[in-house]
């Protein structure tokens, strides 16, 4: 499928996705797959108010033969709503169930973006054995000033909200979403922004075009209060795992503070870290080349019995 961007250019996939709708705990999940169906499984987790598609280019560059899995979220993209349950633990439950459907009883590689990231972190530590290797794309728990959780704000919040209808703001077309996106992140190209827009636009009953997420996510309650809740599930880890950050950070995030990211980072007993020069922080859009081929020399590089077979893919 050729894309048409906000200025007329086009982006032309190399891979071509492949929908499957899976029943997850009962909620309709829509999951997109790419490349070789006897390949080794490598699962893609989407950050917030995103959808499995953002990772299209990423999938383009990787190199070598893999089963790539990526859900869209509860809520997000084409999964189901369920308005109010979007707690961290919902997600983890989701994500181990999804596990069980594509690959049973075995382990896999998980690479998450951003609240992706955060939420394959925590499922790791609890289910150590069906995670391989981990892969966090600028996610490291929290933002620093949403920990600690100030419960009482946060179930006011949930009240307040009841008694008013959510708000979704319409654009006229996917081109305005792809206009919107491009002013975001400047180095989004017109062609790759055109493709998110169009992938993503969910059309709305009154009209127009939304953001393919459920307005009532922003106010579910974090199941992790604190960084040291955090700290006691990520020392649960066994897999290696390697944190890739952007160059430019956002404000409040966790690689923002030196100190504060050396203390989370001190959690895991087997880390590795790097950064991707150039990017902010949907760093699989703006170097989607270098961290493909980040991800898969960790995961081929890996020792294990396995590690031939890797080696072999990214040959």
Not at 29 to 41: C, Q, S, T
Not at 131 to 159: F, N, Q, S, Y
Not at 288 to 304: N, S, Y
Request: include cysteine; charge should be neutral; glycine fraction near 8%.
């Amino acid at each position: 499928m050729t894309v048409v961007g906000a200025a007329g250019a086009s982006y032309l996939p190399r891979l071509t996705q492949r929908s499957r709708n899976l029943v997850v705990r009962g909620l309709a999940y829509h999951v997109r797959e790419w490349g070789a169906e006897e390949g080794p499984i490598l699962v893609l987790l989407h950050g917030a108010a995103d959808t499995s598609a953002s990772f299209q280019f990423m999938v383009d560059a990787l190199q070598g033969t893999w089963r790539v899995i990526a859900p869209d979220w509860r809520g997000h993209g084409q999964s189901a709503w369920t308005p109010g349950s979007y707690w961290h633990a919902e997600f983890m439950a989701d994500l181990d169930a999804l596990l069980d459907a594509v690959a049973p009883g075995r382990a896999v590689s998980l690479a998450g973006h951003s609240m992706g990231g955060n939420i394959a972190s925590i499922y790791a530590g609890i289910r150590p054995h069906r995670v391989e290797r981990l892969v966090m794309l600028d996610a490291m728990g929290e933002l620093l000033h949403r920990t600690p959780v100030k419960v009482d704000e946060v179930l006011r919040l949930v009240l307040d909200a009841r008694a008013a209808a959510a708000s979704d703001r319409g654009y006229a077309s996917p081109s305005d979403l792809a206009a919107r996106l491009l002013r975001r992140n400047t180095r989004l190209s017109p062609a790759q922004a055109g493709f998110l827009a169009t992938a993503m636009a969910r059309a709305l009953p009154g009209g127009g075009f939304g953001w393919p997420v459920d307005p009532s996510f922003r106010r579910s309650l974090p199941t992790l209060h604190t960084i040291e809740d955090w700290g006691v599930v990520w020392r649960g880890i066994t897999a290696p795992v390697l944190y890739i950050r952007s160059s430019d950070q956002r404000a409040h995030a966790p690689a923002s503070d030196p100190t504060e990211l050396a203390r989370r980072m001190s959690y895991f007993r087997d880390l590795a870290s790097m950064v991707i020069p150039e990017t902010g922080h949907n760093l699989h859009h703006d170097a989607p080349e270098a961290v493909a081929r980040a991800v898969e020399a960790f995961i081929c590089g890996a020792q294990d019995a396995n590690s031939a077979a890797r080696q072999s893919l990214c040959a």
